[in-house]
């Protein structure tokens, strides 16, 4: 399952994200860092990323190719997008031009900061994502890519839901993640998708980072600092401003004594899209685990403009007690690539 229509797929499909993934960050051939590299990377970008489709539709395919030894692909999906120095050398006006700016709490070498192509693999069974990123790393680093960061992750077992429901699930500090998100296909095309120009229509702008987290230090405080630390509850991600779990968050809720529910360092004060003054973004996160001392969170979201998560994430630096626990290791922002088939290769509207 690579593409649907317009769209590909591991955005907003599977609704409930598949509890496997492995992103991977390239490098590509010619890129010519840090000069604008002109119209001939275009074209030769153009034709590896035309090749690199092809690869994931037989990925997908009924039986899943050799690279898969037999496995059903099952639910695999497989989600391209191209770095800010891509997109800039065919237009830099275009949405994905811009590269992400530096924030604070971040830990992380330059081959861990950006990059040309990210690459998504999810799937249900670990050893169809491990095997399916496995052959195409193989093959992009033939052709000459350059691997700079790769990272696997999982999410818990989602519970029983109608169809189309999205539930959020817990991380690894105990917590429901996601909540905050569109839900409705209005509000995904409000927030998520991109209408035009008609070279990026049917793309989104991804935003990926590795976050260590302290976890145990976390942990180590009583759940009460937890949840304000928070602003919702742990046992069922309610805000504490009241109501039930997806009820909004009333940022003006105040207790008898006059101070806020929601305290104001709390993220979810933070992170909301009423102080920001940005939109919704589309979460699709993992935890990881590296090592006892390396564990977190694979922030994966997507968003109309990359202004929705910038402004959110400058908001958070400028105060938020959750942050205290996290550390950003890796980062970067890609536009994932309008959807392809065998007619319509990827990356044609924009690099053709």
Not at 51 to 80: C, F, I, K, M, R
Not at 124 to 146: I, Y
Not at 228 to 246: K, N, Q, V, Y
Not at 278 to 303: E, K, T, V, W
Request: overall charge neutral; proline content about 8%; aromatic content about 6%.
């Amino acid at each position: 399952m690579a593409t649907l229509g317009s769209r590909q797929a591991g955005v907003d499909r599977p609704v409930q994200p598949q509890q496997h993934v492995a992103l991977s960050v390239y490098d590509l051939p010619g890129a010519g860092h840090p000069t604008t590299p002109g119209g001939d990377f275009v074209r030769r970008s153009g034709r590896l990323l035309a090749e690199l489709g092809t690869h994931v539709l037989t990925l997908g395919a009924q039986g899943g190719g050799a690279a898969l030894g037999g496995l059903p692909p099952g639910d695999l999906t497989v989600t391209v997008g191209v770095g800010p120095h891509v997109v800039a050398a065919v237009d830099r006006d275009l949405p994905g031009a811009r590269e992400l700016p530096a924030f604070a709490r971040e830990d992380m070498p330059d081959s861990a900061r950006g990059g040309d192509l990210m690459v998504q693999v999810c799937a249900s069974d670990p050893q169809v994502v491990t095997l399916a990123d496995g052959a195409l790393r193989a093959w992009l680093q033939e052709h000459a890519a350059v691997a700079r960061w790769t990272q696997h992750g999982f999410r818990p077992p989602a519970p029983p839901t109608q169809p189309g429901q999205r539930v959020p699930v817990r991380n690894l500090l105990g917590f429901l993640d996601g909540i905050a998100v569109p839900r409705t296909g209005r509000e995904l095309d409000q927030e998520v998708w991109l209408p035009a120009p008609a070279r990026v229509r049917g793309g989104t702008v991804a935003v990926v980072r590795r976050l260590r987290l302290d976890v145990a230090r976390f942990l180590a405080q009583d759940l009460a600092q937890q949840e304000r630390a928070i602003g919702r509850r742990r046992e069922d991600g309610a805000p504490l401003s009241g109501g039930a779990p997806d009820a909004p968050v009333d940022l003006g809720a105040k207790s008898a004594q006059g101070r806020y529910l929601v305290p104001a360092m709390a993220h979810a004060r933070r992170a909301h899209p009423g102080g920001t003054g940005s939109g919704l973004m589309l979460r699709r996160g993992y935890s990881y685990a590296n090592g006892p001392d390396d564990r977190g969170l694979l922030f994966i979201c997507f968003q109309r403009e990359l202004r929705t998560f910038v402004a959110t994430q400058q908001r958070l630096d400028d105060g938020d007690e959750l942050s205290s626990f996290a550390t950003a290791t890796a980062t970067g922002t890609f536009l994932v690539l309008p959807g392809f088939s065998a007619e319509r290769p990827l990356g044609a509207s924009l690099l053709s």
